[in-house]
């Protein structure tokens, strides 16, 4: 195992923290990860060793209900996500920061 990771603050651990999908950055030393509240980003320092030792960061989310997956754009750096729905789900991208 490589650890646990906190997707929600403890003193609430409902549905907003609850994990919905994951996208590896292709060089392995970060990923995205999609809950029903946040996108989070973990950062390795030094490679995939142990999940703690991740540094996490809260990324700009479009507030939509029931978003589902998450993976990168590795051609403009942002990212894309989509909420549940039966059809005619929006997709929505966020553009990378820096």
């Not at 946040?38 to 990324?59: M, Q």
């Not at 507030?63 to 754009?73: G, L, P, Q, W």
């Not at 403009?76 to 039966?86: C, F, H, L, M, V």
Request: glycine share 10%; net charge negative; hydrophobic share 35%.
């Amino acid at each position: 195992s490589l650890g646990n990771i906190v997707t929600g603050p403890e003193e609430s651990p409902g549905p907003e923290g609850a994990a919905t999908s994951a996208s590896f950055w292709p060089g392995e030393d970060r990923f995205l990860l999609r809950t029903y509240g946040r996108t989070l980003e973990f950062v390795a320092p030094d490679g995939l060793d142990k999940l703690d030792a991740f540094a996490s960061i809260a990324l700009p989310s479009p507030t939509i209900d029931h978003d589902e997956a998450v993976t990168y754009d590795i051609v403009n750096g942002g990212y894309w996500t989509i909420p549940e729905a039966p059809e005619g789900a929006p997709i929505w991208y966020v553009p990378c920061e820096e």
